[in-house]
Nanobody, 125 residues
Framework: QLQLVESGGGLVQPGGTLRLSCTAS????????IGWFRQVPGKEREGISC????????AYADSVKGRFTISRDYAKNTVYLQMINLNAEDTAVYYC??????????????????WGQGTQVTVSS
């Protein structure tokens, strides 16, 4: 059974950089479309990026476009979310999620079946 673990979160100053990792056990991530989501307490979970399994397609929410980059490392069975120029509005718990192989890339929570436990990102001076 696929298990996802996020890491790389932490406290960073505004304008700073973090790289989140989504590492899998129990299966090979290359066979899944992977999405990144984030959630602030009291708000709905927001889809921010995804990378398709059957193509090189990626997608980004407008709120992170140009600042976040999603990528895969096949050898490490890991998907990364590189985040630059972070601001306070990026503070949230970040989750990665997996779904069946697709050529397109949905950033819709209901499209994903397997979820990690999340990693906290706090942007503050």
């Amino acid at each position: 059974q696929l298990q996802l673990v996020e890491s790389g979160g932490g406290l960073v100053q505004p304008g700073g950089t973090l790289r989140l990792s989504c590492t899998a056990s129990g299966d090979t991530l290359v066979t899944y479309t992977i999405g990144w989501f984030r959630q602030v307490p009291g708000k709905e979970r927001e889809g921010i990026s995804c990378i398709a399994s059957l193509s090189t397609n990626t997608a980004y929410a407008d709120s992170v476009k140009g600042r976040f980059t999603i990528s895969r490392d096949y050898a490490k069975n890991t998907v990364y979310l590189q985040m630059i120029n972070l601001n306070a509005e990026d503070t949230a718990v970040y989750y990665c999620a997996a779904t069946s192989p697709t050529a397109y890339c949905p950033i819709v929570e209901t499209s994903y079946n397997d979820w990690g436990q999340g990693t906290q990102v706090t942007v503050s001076s």
